[in-house]
């Protein structure tokens, strides 16, 4: 099937350049970038949620054993206090 599109100066300029570099047709060049946009389409619209896409992820991240009275920003607060004192002169 022929398709005629209009196509914006630059656009056009980018697909001349595409088409010398890959040694393609320009044809071939837009075939292939509506077959990789059809594919992306496809693949996006079978995830309906953003969880889905991290479903497998979910839960394999086991943080349990950590001491509970310990909080991520007094353990910072340590570890930069002991780099500190390991660099002043002594």
């Not at 292939?32 to 991240?61: K, P, T």
């Not at 009275?69 to 002043?88: D, L």
């Amino acid at each position: 099937m022929a398709l005629t599109v209009r196509l914006p100066p630059k656009t056009e300029r980018a697909l001349n350049g595409l088409a010398r570099r890959r040694r393609q047709t320009r044809s071939d060049v837009v075939r292939e970038a509506i077959e990789q946009y059809a594919a992306s389409d496809v693949s996006e619209s079978n995830r309906s949620r953003a969880i889905d896409a991290w479903a497998d992820v979910i839960g394999i991240v086991d943080l349990s054993q950590r001491p509970k009275a310990e909080t991520t920003g007094e353990r910072f607060t340590e570890i930069v206090r002991q780099k500190a004192r390991a660099r002043r002169p002594r």
